[in-house]
């Protein structure tokens, strides 16, 4: 992907921020660290937990464990940034860091909506077929399933970078933003970015309901299996091992679709919405997968005992 000439007279973009107020910055900085800081912790854990604790060594945890890797890749793509330009009178990133970063949000943000995808599938099989759950959720599977979203997510990644590397861009270099995301480029373009903003659509639509579908679809067969079970107790127990991922689902695509379907006007609903997409929520999923999960609390206390027992 080479640069145009015209494009070499843009070196760097300048980013808005959240703020201008120095006040707001640093209470924003200690904010931001302290997400970055619970995002590394939690996620961390719950990869060591998980490679710790072999009662844990079952499909599902094996993809939560890549869901955990992909929230420290995500939240790392944009908070060390974002915490830098908080101290930083000048805010600005090069062109090329710029869409590097676009390329790895996507990439990111892509495979965890695939990966997200195929843990419904999971709780489908665990719910639905509980006793060939075992033959169907194999590990070549659970791999291959793994490898096809890190598959799709970067070539989807680069089919949308390639969009920002072939605009052109004259005099206005402002990003109303706090972050490189690729709608906030496109009214910085002094080409024409109507179809560049159709590719965009289409590509996240695709992207989009081509992982949501398949967790509809599955959630509508577990609620089925669920309605037939005749007790009370199997019920709840049948949707406890699912309401996890339905808080996380529910977190990630809201948010996700409304950041990418909304105009990029840089207002504060549009800044909302991008940080709980990309900041909160990589904090929040080893939350919810362990406070709302017994598996998870006893392996914690299994290892933590086993930690403390070998000091």
Same mark, same amino acid.
């Given at each position: 992907m080479a640069w145009k000439k015209h494009n070499s007279s843009i070196t760097e973009f300048l980013l808005t921020g959240l703020s201008d107020d120095p006040h707001i910055e640093a209470l924003l900085f200690v904010l931001f660290l302290a997400i970055y800081l619970l995002t590394m912790t939690g996620n961390l854990l719950l990869l060591l937990v998980i490679k710790a604790d072999s009662h844990l060594h079952t499909p599902m945890y094996f993809f939560l464990s890549n869901l955990s890797f992909l929230d420290l890749c995500f939240s790392s793509?944009?908070?060390?940034?974002?915490?830098?330009?908080?101290?930083?009178?000048?805010k600005t990133i090069s062109v090329k860091g710029c869409l590097a970063?676009?390329?790895?949000?996507?990439?990111?943000?892509?495979?965890?909506?695939?990966?997200?995808? *195929? *843990?419904?599938?999971?709780?489908?099989?665990?719910?639905?077929?509980?006793?060939?759950?075992?033959q169907i959720m194999s590990t070549e599977l659970c791999v291959g399933m793994v490898l096809v979203?890190?598959? @799709?997510?970067?070539?989807?990644?680069?089919?949308? @970078?390639? #969009?920002?590397?072939n605009l052109d861009f004259c005099e206005a270099r402002t990003i109303h933003h706090y972050t490189c995301e690729l709608p906030a480029l496109f009214p910085l373009s002094c080409?024409?970015?109507?179809?560049? @903003?159709?590719?965009? #659509?289409?590509a996240s639509l695709m992207?989009?309901?081509?992982?949501?579908?398949?967790?509809?679809?599955?959630?509508?067969?577990? @609620?089925?299996?669920?309605?037939?079970?005749?007790?009370?107790t199997g019920r709840s127990k049948a949707f406890s091992t699912c309401s996890s991922h339905l808080i996380a689902v529910s977190l990630f695509f809201g948010s996700g679709f409304l950041c990418y379907l909304m105009p990029p006007s840089g207002g504060s609903l549009n800044l909302l919405l991008s #940080?709980?997409?990309?900041?909160?929520?990589? *904090?929040?999923?080893? #939350?919810?997968?362990?406070?709302?999960?017994?598996e998870v609390k006893a392996a914690v206390n299994r290892t933590m005992r086993k930690y403390l027992c070998f000091s």
């Open positions: 793509v944009s908070l060390p940034k974002l915490l830098e330009d908080l101290l930083s009178d000048k970063q676009i390329f790895f949000v996507f990439f990111s943000s892509g495979t965890e909506a695939c990966l997200l995808s *195929m *843990m419904a599938y999971d709780r489908y099989a665990a719910i639905c077929h509980p006793l060939l759950y075992g979203s890190w598959g @799709v997510a970067s070539l989807n990644a680069l089919i949308i @970078v390639n #969009l920002g590397v080409s024409d970015t109507s179809i560049a @903003v159709n590719i965009l #659509l289409g992207h989009g309901l081509g992982t949501i579908i398949p967790i509809f679809f599955s959630y509508a067969r577990i @609620v089925s299996t669920i309605l037939r079970i005749s007790t009370t #940080l709980q997409y990309s900041v909160v929520t990589p *904090m929040l999923n080893p #939350l919810i997968y362990s406070l709302k999960n017994k």
